[in-house]
């Protein structure tokens, strides 16, 4: 296949945009974990979701 004169511009597009994707799942892997530990403290430290309340629980 040939892209012309633009193969370049076009190869690096595509390699940025998945560099951006990378990046991006890597971030949001962290910030999951992150998530996950802050989540782990309150619930050690007494706080509780309102999500495991039953219905009945709410005042």
């Known amino acids: 296949m040939d892209l012309g004169p633009y193969t370049s511009f076009?190869?690096?597009s595509y390699l940025a945009v998945a560099?951006?994707?990378v990046l991006l799942i890597i971030w949001i892997?962290?910030?999951?974990r992150t998530q996950k530990a802050r989540l782990r403290t309150l619930e050690q430290s007494g706080v509780s979701r309102r999500s495991g309340r039953a219905a009945?629980?709410?005042r």
Do not use: E, Q, R
């Open 29 to 32: 892997g962290i910030d999951y």
């Open 19 to 21: 560099l951006v994707v």
């Open 10 to 12: 076009i190869a690096s």
């Open 56 to 58: 009945t629980d709410v």
